[in-house]
């Protein structure tokens, strides 16, 4: 009788157990209780949902053509498991890393249930997939030359998050064909691995990368092997005047092993411990007029002591607009010293110092400061080389739909490589000017920006902003030895100004992230060839 009222119990007492359990909870006073995760439950959301309204044949052809991001592919990236104890920052970094994910557009990971009677939790895993399987168009035309990039692009093959691509591309220096495979995490281990062969007309290239990378903040240790060779014509420009070509290859060896050494609070420091084999050779070609560069071997054994403070924001439009940007407002610093080592292949004996730095400070609620800074070093060959680079970006957001970014970059060279010379114009800065307008080894660009977000979309494919802009800046010194080969050598030799205005048209749901720009830019110059306004068309991954 007893053990038939028992068994009658439980269904009660289950029922009860589970109505002690609630969705509704206060995650401050839930951390302090320290609970254990008992389940964790995943739900992957195809590219997109077809039960908003505009929806048509071609996101129902895209969601039955894409096969959704495997539930053990996301299982992989889970920095916790369940039956451990509940960390909320390990949930916080969770998701930054699915997000940093091609194939992921967006993840949301969060404490679901909490059951006080036993002390658990269940936490929810939601992700929401891009379009991985896509045809590769890209193209950008600016200054006369024309850059465009044709092929297929696979970011997620068969769910498991691998990555290949075959493409055809020309650009203003080369044309050729790609193939490439990478995988981001294989079978779990959080290894990753990149492979890519490229024909090019200016020869062939090859990279081999096998690592396993500091993947969360106190990661232990890393590894990483990286093999490459790469050949490519150089040209040397003045006022988008080509004055002189040669071939340049570079082949590099590069190992290294990190370790942790400390963790206090939010700050975490690292070791690393490398060597670098890396040689570089010229030869010239019909367009050679001036003596090739002198060939360098730069072989070093190397340390690296690295800094990091965890202190990350989920922030909107900065440099993208309407999706989350994982940004990390405390500092970041690297220290690299090396020594040239005459038994691994250096020409000479040398020392090499690589110094980097980074942080964001919040002024206001809606008022960002990012800063930044980079220094380069080399003592070789009774000569010393140096580059300092620095930059400032202010962000503020004036409300939901608009905001102003001021920004200003420089960098100060000094015996630099001849092959390494600083461009202005185009990509490099001062968008209304053509690619590779001025060079030398001093550069200083200053940037103002007003930006309209709109929540228009065309085809719930790109998303539609807009930007008003003007660029002011100037690249001098060491460049003398181009003058007389130009046919204009005293144009525009002295700070430039343009200004433009164009449309952003941001690719939401592709795992490329490609942003389009469309601008109508105006340079202010005394060359007759471009001083008026000019279509710009480009592809970039930033605002």
Same mark, same amino acid.
């Given at each position: 009788m007893?053990?038939?009222?028992?068994l009658?119990?439980?269904?009660?007492?289950?029922?009860?157990?589970?109505?002690?359990?609630?969705?509704?909870f206060d995650l401050e006073?839930?951390?302090?209780?320290k609970?254990?995760i008992?389940a964790i439950?995943?739900?992957?959301?195809?590219?997109f949902?077809l039960?908003?309204?505009g929806?048509?044949?071609?996101h129902?052809?895209?969601?039955a053509?894409?096969?959704i991001?495997?539930?053990g592919?996301?299982?992989?990236?889970?920095?916790?498991?369940?039956?451990?104890?509940?960390?909320l920052?390990?949930?916080?970094?969770?998701?930054?890393?699915?997000?940093?994910?091609?194939?992921?557009?967006?993840?949301?990971?969060s404490?679901?249930?909490?059951?006080?009677?036993?002390?658990?939790?269940?936490?929810?895993v939601r992700?929401w997939?891009?379009? +991985?399987?896509?045809?590769k168009?890209d193209f950008s035309s600016?200054g006369g030359?024309?850059? $465009?990039?044709?092929?297929?692009?696979?970011?997620n093959?068969?769910?498991?998050?691998?990555q290949?691509?075959l493409?055809?591309?020309?650009?203003?220096?080369?044309s050729?064909?790609?193939?490439s495979?990478g995988?981001p995490?294989?079978f779990?281990?959080?290894?990753n691995?990149?492979?890519?062969?490229?024909?090019?007309?200016?020869?062939e290239?090859?990279?081999f990368?096998?690592?396993?990378?500091?993947?969360?903040?106190d990661?232990?240790?890393s590894?990483?092997f990286?093999l490459?060779?790469n050949k490519?014509?150089?040209?040397d420009?003045?006022?988008?005047?080509?004055v002189n070509?040669y071939?340049?290859?570079?082949?590099q060896?590069?190992?290294?092993?990190g370790f942790k050494?400390v963790? @206090?609070g939010?700050?975490?420091?690292?070791?690393?411990?490398?060597?670098?084999?890396e040689?570089?050779?010229f030869?010239?070609t019909?367009?050679?007029?001036?003596?090739?560069?002198?060939e360098r071997?730069?072989s070093?054994?190397?340390l690296?002591?690295q800094?990091?403070?965890?202190?990350?924001?989920?922030l909107?439009?900065?440099?993208?607009?309407? @999706?989350?940007?994982d940004?990390?407002?405390?500092?970041?610093?690297?220290?690299?010293?090396?020594?040239l080592?005459?038994w691994?292949g250096?020409?000479n004996s040398?020392?090499?110092?690589?110094?980097h730095?980074e942080?964001a400070?919040?002024?206001?609620e809606?008022?960002?400061?990012?800063?930044q800074?980079n220094?380069r070093?080399?003592?070789?060959?009774d000569?010393?080389?140096?580059?300092?680079?620095? +930059?400032?970006?202010?962000n503020?957001?004036?409300?939901? $739909?608009n905001?102003?970014?001021?920004?200003i970059?420089?960098?100060?060279?000094?015996?630099?490589?001849?092959?390494?010379r600083?461009?202005?114009?185009g990509?490099?800065g001062?968008r209304?000017?053509?690619?590779y307008?001025?060079?030398?080894?001093k550069?200083?660009?200053a940037?103002a920006e007003? @930006?309209? $977000?709109?929540?228009?979309?065309?085809w719930?494919?790109f998303?539609?902003?807009f930007?008003?802009f003007?660029?002011?800046?100037?690249?001098?010194?060491?460049?003398?030895?181009f003058?007389?080969?130009?046919?204009?050598?005293?144009?525009?030799?002295?700070?430039?100004?343009?200004?433009?205005v164009?449309? @952003?048209?941001l690719?939401s749901h592709?795992s490329?992230?490609?942003m389009v720009?469309?601008?109508?830019t105006r340079?202010?110059?005394?060359?007759?060839?471009i001083?008026?306004?000019?279509?710009?068309?480009?592809?970039?991954?930033?605002?």
């Amino acid at each position: 009788m007893w053990r038939s009222l028992c068994l009658l119990s439980l269904p009660f007492y289950s029922f009860t157990l589970l109505a002690n359990c609630s969705d509704e909870f206060d995650l401050e006073h839930l951390a302090a209780q320290k609970p254990q995760i008992s389940a964790i439950h995943f739900e992957q959301n195809n590219v997109f949902d077809l039960t908003e309204p505009g929806v048509f044949w071609l996101h129902r052809f895209a969601n039955a053509s894409h096969r959704i991001s495997l539930e053990g592919t996301i299982r992989d990236d889970l920095l916790f498991n369940d039956h451990a104890p509940l960390n909320l920052a390990d949930l916080a970094e969770t998701e930054r890393l699915l997000r940093s994910r091609r194939y992921i557009r967006d993840a949301r990971v969060s404490v679901s249930r909490y059951c006080p009677s036993d002390n658990t939790v269940e936490v929810m895993v939601r992700t929401w997939d891009n379009w +991985s399987l896509l045809p590769k168009i890209d193209f950008s035309s600016e200054g006369g030359e024309t850059e $465009y990039s044709l092929g297929i692009a696979e970011d997620n093959l068969l769910g498991y998050g691998n990555q290949i691509h075959l493409d055809y591309s020309k650009d203003s220096e080369r044309s050729g064909y790609l193939v490439s495979f990478g995988s981001p995490n294989i079978f779990g281990t959080h290894w990753n691995t990149f492979l890519s062969y490229a024909n090019n007309s200016d020869g062939e290239n090859y990279r081999f990368n096998v690592q396993r990378p500091f993947y969360r903040l106190d990661s232990q240790w890393s590894l990483n092997f990286d093999l490459l060779k790469n050949k490519e014509l150089v040209t040397d420009y003045q006022l988008d005047e080509r004055v002189n070509e040669y071939n340049r290859t570079r082949q590099q060896f590069e190992s290294a092993v990190g370790f942790k050494l400390v963790e @206090r609070g939010r700050s975490i420091q690292r070791f690393i411990v490398g060597m670098t084999l890396e040689d570089v050779a010229f030869n010239d070609t019909e367009g050679t007029v001036l003596a090739l560069p002198d060939e360098r071997n730069l072989s070093a054994l190397w340390l690296e002591y690295q800094i990091l403070e965890d202190d990350f924001y989920k922030l909107y439009n900065i440099n993208q607009f309407n @999706r989350v940007e994982d940004i990390n407002a405390g500092w970041q610093l690297q220290l690299r010293l090396g020594y040239l080592q005459s038994w691994l292949g250096a020409d000479n004996s040398g020392l090499q110092l690589t110094a980097h730095a980074e942080k964001a400070w919040q002024l206001q609620e809606h008022t960002w400061l990012f800063g930044q800074l980079n220094y380069r070093r080399l003592n070789w060959q009774d000569q010393t080389q140096q580059l300092l680079h620095f +930059s400032w970006q202010l962000n503020h957001q004036l409300n939901e $739909y608009n905001s102003v970014v001021a920004s200003i970059s420089a960098e100060r060279g000094s015996n630099l490589f001849a092959d390494e010379r600083l461009y202005l114009g185009g990509d490099t800065g001062l968008r209304a000017f053509p690619l590779y307008y001025q060079s030398g080894d001093k550069r200083v660009i200053a940037t103002a920006e007003y @930006r309209r $977000y709109t929540d228009w979309n065309l085809w719930r494919i790109f998303d539609v902003g807009f930007a008003a802009f003007t660029d002011i800046g100037r690249s001098w010194g060491d460049s003398e030895q181009f003058k007389d080969l130009m046919a204009q050598p005293d144009i525009d030799d002295k700070v430039l100004f343009g200004v433009g205005v164009g449309v @952003r048209l941001l690719s939401s749901h592709s795992s490329r992230g490609t942003m389009v720009h469309l601008d109508l830019t105006r340079p202010f110059s005394d060359n007759p060839d471009i001083n008026n306004w000019q279509w710009r068309a480009t592809a970039k991954r930033r605002f």
